[in-house]
């Protein structure tokens, strides 16, 4: 396992964890300023999500490239199926693509696909599953095109009505078999699959294929399953065994924080959330 | 797969659907009257908790049979490990064994196990679960001398910090080998395993070791992961092709209504419940 106590180049920040989309947190910071507090304390990637940097995509990842600070990815993709989606398969479509462009012009080489949950007049997930890989396999061309590479994340089956009836590594590998294109592969967060005692097995089976891999942990209690995610280390994710079967798969890339927290982590001071993650990230990760 | 338009005599109630645990709801039933309103509908099985039947056992299970009505199961075993088991392994296995007793004496064949979250001091999952298969080989032997089977009932992920480290049928299945005795099988909820496209294939490979087949939904939005279940038809689980994986294994048990329900169904009258769970059993199950 790579040894990180003293070398952040693989911590990376996703900008959910200051609150980005909370009115008020994060101090209001920019992501010019976000940028900046990740350099001075060497935290090596950064992260953001679309609403951030919406008509300054270039910008931006000029900045944080200039700060020295890899811009290791985007959120995300508009979801493709459930309640959640937009109407209508060309809406869904033109938005991913616009998506896949943004990334590109910020210098993401990854962009995330949450799917969305149970397509409307369907009952359990296979249907909605066959839909998310018709509207993926659209649009990988353009991807490919454009040198962004699509990271389908599983999410916590607590979701798969919902946001994502995509809930295990082992099915979003099953998806990447069967669209069988290049440029396609997985993220793994902790909080969504940490139960799963079939992921070190569907880990060696992804390979190559792990395009992301997330911190957070998981509490008990969790009083929200949406905005109750832990800083790592208090929860009862076992971090250093899945950090270890995500390296055994042979994954080098960052190890990005990503902590929804309404309640504890946004209504922090965002300099002690970076310091504090930078300190978990050292010793119990 | 079977057909129940007509025939309700495999349907069960569990009695938590008409909220047990909640003071004034239920109308204060007593087991007696509910065992009654099955009869008269013809339903053909109950589930009881053992709250309901302390001391009374023998009494109510005499009842049920009088009136027609099968004792399909018993409503659990205490939790084995995590933060909300008793305190002390000798607390639990003396809980367990008074647990099987009271089956036993109802004239259960099946006592239900939920096992538990996350044991303090350990991370993940896996420790968890050897604990687990130790506390129930512990008992097997009295089970067995009693004639009472043990359900593993593996858990939605959401509750794997807290109430069941035991998240799929799978982990159950690996539970059973592990433990390697006679009297011991699995207890399949659809509320907890609707979102598993594994399942078809451990079903398969249960075989004869399904004990137990749950009835629910799972709502969108779910507004409370533990007491906002739906009415069959309502939510999201493909219910029919749930139980057609059940039967394709060769289960012909009951299927057992258990809705925990604390905005909705638990504020109904009682009579109401039974009603529309007959008729959606009919017509989506």
Sequence with gaps: MRDFRHDLTALALNTATL???VPGAGAGWSPERTIDACAERGIGGIVFWRREIAGRAAVIGAHAR???VSVAGLCRAPFLVGPLAPRGTVEIRDDFRLAIDEAAALGAPVLTIVTGGVEAGTKGVAESLKIVAERVAAVLPHAAACGVQLALEPLH?????DRSCLTTARDALDLCDLIGAEGLGVAIDVYHVWWDTDLPRQLVRAGRRILGFHLCDWLVPTTDVLLDRGMMGDGVADLR???AAVEAAGYRGFCEVEIFSANNWWKRDPAEVLDTMV???RSVC
Excluded: D
């Design 66 to 68: 200039a700060a020295g």
């Design 19 to 21: 609150g980005h989309n």
């Design 279 to 281: 300190e978990r990230f």
């Design 157 to 161: 089956p607590v979701y798969a009505g």
């Design 241 to 243: 065994g899945l950090r």
